[in-house]
């Protein structure tokens, strides 16, 4: 019987470690967004993280002629990268991010964490 229960309870240890890992560690996509970065902030009540949004711009078909805005809301993995949005917003960039299943609270507050600048350009199309 002692046998049995340490098996399970190292069967269940692996089970949570893989729902752990893959939840919050397992990049789920990758990819890289574009529009007019609205904010970057520092905010935070324990784990002070970067946050930012940036703004999207689309095409609605279904009303001729009207614009729609799209948010893009993220979290920056890099105080470099951070301090380098924050004295560039209202321009065009071009961000490259990780998708996550799950955010935890030292990473940010949002799912999808940008790692690096691909480009930022001055005038907004």
């Known amino acids: 019987m002692k046998k049995f229960l340490r098996i399970a309870a190292l069967l269940v240890a692996a089970a949570l470690l893989v729902f752990i890992l893959i939840r919050y560690f397992f ?71 990780k998708e996550y299943v799950g955010a935890l609270p030292w990473r940010g507050y949002s799912n999808f964490v940008v790692d690096s600048i691909v480009s930022i350009t001055d005038e907004a199309k």
């Not at 689309?58 to 993995?77: C, D, H, K, M, N």
């Not at 924050?86 to 960039?93: A, I, Q, T, Y």
Request: charged share 25%.
């Open 27 to 97: 990049v789920f996509g990758e990819g890289v967004k574009a529009g007019e970065l609205n904010y970057v902030v520092k905010k935070g009540y324990i784990f002070k993280t970067y946050e930012g949004k940036l703004i999207q711009s689309g095409l609605r078909s279904r009303a001729p002629g009207s614009v729609q805005s799209y948010e893009f809301e993220f979290s920056i993995s890099d105080p470099g990268v951070a301090k380098k949005l924050m004295m560039n917003s209202g321009k065009m960039v071009l961000l490259h991010y």
